[in-house]
């Protein structure tokens, strides 16, 4: 914290020694609350600003407290915690329409909507969802602020266009073509995209030709903001590929891509032409461009610090790979296939194929790793058929769920040879629990997890610590828990809520708050976690610690000895 927040500090500190502080007073202490907020100390901002939030309330200065409860109810949001947020939002609403002040409670009304569209329970209360939502339209439209109703018109219409609903998305798009169409590039580029997600669900491919060649000649004309959908279009004529027998058009079109400077999307736009050479029989081109973006996913993920930014590469990660594993089915070359799936374990794959011991993996017939193979193409093929609308989530997350039980029982089979017993594993390495607290650094914490038909367990190993042992659900639960997250991830859907609960349940007990590093070293369905997106109890998410995903304890062991 530097000088100017030091100062901020002592004013914010003076509130706490004085029986009558003033509006400036109360002012310093808000700006300190947010430079806590600021400064990753959002707790001690949250108790600084419920105080004075209840000193407010004694002294009756509605003014204030309305925007001490929009300040809090802003932290609560930004923290993804809907329910407090608009609790808060809800309150100082009422007093921004007690006191008059029309603009703030506009404000306010938007931000408390906003929050609830991400949650599951809001939106399938379709009668209170098209009332506030109507409610919230008639106020823009007599406040006359395009703006806000351009934003509250394209958040509204991704929640509807995510849940399915073609009628209500058609109704908004008519909408907002009557009210902010040609307001500015940012929302005619939506409105393009929501005309093409109405036309890719009803399988309207002549509006949808029509919508490629107008963003097209957006691209070309230079638009910048246009380039950003330009990824979701690729994914949107994708799927459609298989009614059009039009390749010179996708090659056309995927090419124009190439002019895009955003690393990731230019990973996405070598999985798509290497798609469509696959498609074309052209194997070699699909490998060597697969190889490129694989050689820039790496180069990109390495190069940056942020945690965020680097959890968010997962889903083109991913892409990248399983792209690369079937080039290599198609050509029957299944050692490559799984050498490919290997590369990519502990990475952004999250250990897909990781089993915990090398042995385990050479010993591995052929059958058992074309298999493996085979299950993790079908798991990819789900994935592409919810987002296309063609199996509801609940089927998908019940086929992948059952998949995955595949995946573990042909694990399990290979792993046969080596154990007595379906927890050797656990229990070998635990039971030496000593020595691998012996080898983590002072900073560092171990999350070993094992997953069982019955009883799941986490074990948590620290240096100085004794061994804390946390009871977890069993791998069916977990199992459909980790296949909802990866859905709406994958699909571009709210997954706060879901992160939020895995977080609870796999960090139970852990303070996250004391370590800089943690080794996770996961089992069944929790390889397929991106464990990167969890929040955790003590407030520390795990995307802002350096994070290592391992196959077994045994191979971390071995790893800090050549340290």
């Known amino acids: 914290m530097g000088r100017g927040g030091e100062l901020l500090e002592e004013a914010g500190g003076y509130l706490d020694t004085v029986e009558d502080p003033t509006d400036s007073d109360i002012s310093l202490t808000m700006l300190y609350c947010q430079v806590l907020a600021e400064e990753g100390r959002p707790d001690e901002a949250l108790a600084r600003l419920d105080e004075l939030a209840s000193l407010l309330r004694e002294r009756g200065a509605k003014s204030q407290l309305m925007e001490a409860l929009s300040a809090i109810g802003s932290l609560y949001d930004g923290f993804e915690l809907g329910d407090r947020a608009t609790e808060f939002y809800d309150e100082a609403l009422a007093l921004a329409r007690e006191i008059g002040d029309e603009d703030v409670a506009l404000t306010l009304q938007a931000n408390a909507f906003r929050v609830r569209l991400r949650q599951p329970l809001y939106l399938k209360d379709k009668k209170r969802l098209r009332r506030d939502f109507n409610a919230l339209l008639e106020a823009y439209r007599k406040s006359g602020d395009t703006s806000g109703l351009s934003t509250l018109l394209s958040g509204y219409l991704r929640e509807v266009l995510d849940s399915g609903d073609l009628e209500e998305a058609s109704s908004v798009l008519q909408i907002m073509n009557e009210t902010v169409g040609g307001y500015n590039s940012v929302v005619d580029n939506f409105i393009l995209y929501g005309e093409s997600q109405v036309a890719r669900y009803n399988r309207d491919l002549a509006q949808g030709h029509d919508f490629i060649e107008r963003l097209s000649a957006r691209v070309e004309e230079g638009d910048p903001l246009a380039r950003q959908l330009l990824r979701e279009v690729l994914q949107w004529r994708q799927l459609l590929d298989e009614d059009l027998d039009h390749p010179e058009e996708l090659e056309q079109f995927a090419n124009l891509s190439e002019e895009i400077r955003i690393p990731e999307d230019k990973v996405y736009n070598y999985n798509f032409r290497a798609q ?288």
Do not use: C
Request: charged share 25%; hydrophobic share 45%; proline share 3%.
């Open 276 to 563: 469509l050479a696959l498609r074309q029989g052209r194997n070699d081109e699909a490998l060597r461009l697969l190889k490129q973006a694989e050689t820039l996913l790496w180069a990109v993920r390495d190069s940056s610090t942020n945690g965020a930014f680097r959890s968010a590469l997962h889903v083109t990660a991913a892409q990248t790979f399983w792209t690369l594993v079937r080039t290599y089915v198609k050509l029957e070359d299944y050692e490559q296939a799984f050498e490919a799936a290997e590369r990519g374990r502990g990475q952004a794959l999250a250990a897909m194929f990781a089993l915990g011991d090398e042995r385990i993996v050479q010993s591995a017939s052929d059958e058992q790793k074309r298999r493996l193979v085979e299950l993790y193409a079908l798991r990819d093929s789900l994935e592409a058929k919810f987002l296309r609308g063609e199996i509801p989530e609940r089927e998908s997350i019940t086929q992948m769920a059952q998949v995955v039980s595949d995946i573990d029982q042909v694990f399990a089979d290979i792993a046969a040879l080596h154990s007595d017993g379906p927890i050797s594993r656990a229990s070998r390495e635990v039971a030496d629990w000593k020595t691998l607290q012996s080898a983590l650094k002072p900073n560092q914490v171990m999350l070993y997890y094992y997953v069982g038909d019955v009883d799941s367990f986490l074990f948590v190993i620290a240096r100085g610590q004794e061994l804390k042992v946390e009871r977890l659900p069993d791998d069916k639960k977990l199992m459909e828990m980790v296949a909802a997250l990866r859905l709406a991830i994958v699909g571009g859907r709210e997954s706060a809520e879901l992160s939020a609960e895995l977080g609870r349940i796999l960090l139970k007990g852990v303070d996250l708050s004391r370590y800089k590093e943690v080794v996770v070293v996961p089992d069944g369905p929790l390889y397929f976690l991106p464990f990167s997106v969890l929040p955790s109890e003590s407030g520390v998410p795990m995307h802002s610690l350096s994070l290592s995903v391992l196959p077994s304890a045994k191979l971390f062991a071995e790893l800090q000895k050549r340290e």
